[in-house]
C-alpha cells in the first residue's frame, strides 16, 4: 500500500498543487484581514456586525477557506480520479497485477492527506500571522482568549475534513458522467449549500461536528460504492 | 508439429448491448510461436485481447492463459503478461524512464536495466524529454520497451506496427524473433494489414465477424498457395462470409 501511495504522488504533478494551496492561502490571509477591516469601513451598517470580534471573524473565516480547499480537493480528485478512470488510462493501470481497489483507496488517501496537510498548515501560518500583527497593532475589538484559539483550531480541523468530504462526494457525482466539469460544479454546488448552512449556524459548535460527521459517513459510502463500480469496470 | 499452448480460448462470447461481437471464437498459441492475429478493421481483435487480460468479461465460454482460468487468477496471469492495446498511453509529463520505472513497480519488479530495454527498441538517446514531445513511432517503441521490460512470457501487441516505417517493421521482425528465441516468449500480434502479418509471425489466426475461421502455418500457406497469403486469406473471408450469410 505504501508502494502504490508513492506511485501516486510520483504520477502527479504534485508541485503544482502545492503552488495552487500556498496561493489559496495568501488570499486567505488577504480575506482575514478584509473581515477584521469590515466593520471600521462602515461602523453603522448593522449587517458589519457578523464581522464584530474574533469569535464571529473565525468561523466565517474558516468557512471561506473550507470553499476553497474543497475546489481544490475536487480539482485533484478530478485529475487523479477522474482523469484516470474516465480515459484510456484506465486499459493501463487494470493491467497490472495489483488489487483494483486498493489502487483506488491509494487515490483518495493521497488527495485526502495532501488537502488536509493543505488547509491546515494555511489556517495555522495565517493565524499565527494575524494573531501576531493583532498583538502588535489591533484591528479587531475584544482579546484573543485561550478558548478562541481552541475553537479556531477544532473549527480548522473539522472544516478540513468537511474540505476533503465534499471532494469526495463531487468526485462520485462526477464519476457517474466519467466528467471533470461535473465534479467541479458539484463542488461548488455543494459548497455553497453547506457554506450557507454553516454561516447560518456559526455560533454553535456541535453544528459543525455534526456536519463533519454527516459529510464523511456520505463519503463512505459513495467510496464504497464507487469501489465495487470499479472492481466490475469494462474498459 | 506439437507444441504446448500458452493461450487456449474455447466457445468464447462477448456480447455488448445485446450485439455478439465475439461469437463462439476458438484460439490455440502454441508456446514459443509468433501468432498472427489477422481480421479487418471492426473483426474483433481488439475485444479479443482485451477479454485476454481480464479487462472485459467474458458473456460465456473460456480463456486459459498458462493453464490457469483468467477469472480466478487473473493477478497471477498478469504479472506474466506484457501488452499494448491499441495506442499507447503515458503519464506525458514524465520521461520515458520515469515511465517504465512506474510501470515495473507496478510489476513489482526491480532491478532490471531500463538502458538495456530502451536501447533494444531503439530508443537510446531520448535524455529526459517529456513523452509529450515523443513522434508516433517513437510512442510506440516506447509501448513496446514498457510491454517487453518485466520479461513476460506473453507479450500481447494490438495492432503495434501502427506509425512505423519499413526499417522499423524489419527491426520488430528482429526482436520478436529474438524475444521468442532468447528469452523463452510467445507473441501474440493483431493487424489488419496483411504484408506486415507475413512478415512477423509464424501462425496465422484469421478473425472474421467475431471468430476465428483459421489457424494455419504460415509455411503451410506458402507452400499450398503460390500467390502467398494474399490469395488465401481473401479465399477464407470470402467463404466466411458466405457462410454467415
Ligand atoms: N465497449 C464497446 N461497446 C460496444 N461495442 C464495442 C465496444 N468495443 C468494441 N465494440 C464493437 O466490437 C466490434 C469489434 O471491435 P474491435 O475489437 O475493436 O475490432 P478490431 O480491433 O478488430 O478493429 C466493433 O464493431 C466495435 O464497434
Ligand atoms: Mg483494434
Redesign the interface.
Known sequence: MVNLLKLELKKTNIRTYIISASIIGICMLGIIYLFAYAPKIEPKDPDMKMFAGYENIIPLFNTICMFAFSLLSSVMFSKIVIEEYAGKRTTLLFSYPVSRRKVFLAKIAVVSLFVVTAMITSCISIFTIFGISESISPVVDGNITFEIINRAAKTTFYMSISAVSVGIISMAIGFIKKSIPTTIISSVLLCSLLSNIVAGSISADSAIIIFTIILVLISVLVINIMTRKINCMEV | MDYESAVKISGLVKTFNQKEVIRNCNMTVSKGRVYGLLGVNGAGKTTIF?LL?????PTAGHIEIFSEDIRIS??????D?G?M?????F?E??SAI?NL??HL????IQNTDIQKTLGIVGLQNIGNQPVSQFSLGMRQRLGIARAIIHHPKLLILDEPINGLDPVGIREMRELFQELVKKHDMTILVSSHILSEIEQISDVIGIIVDGSIVEEIELASIEKDFADGLEEYFFSIVNGGMKHSG
Open positions: 482485451k487480460l481480464g479487462l472485459l468479461h487473473k493477478n497471477k496471469i498478469l504479472r503478461v501488452s492495446i491499441e495506442t499507447p498511453i503519464y509529463h514524465l520515469e520505472e512506474i513497480s507496478y510489476m513489482g
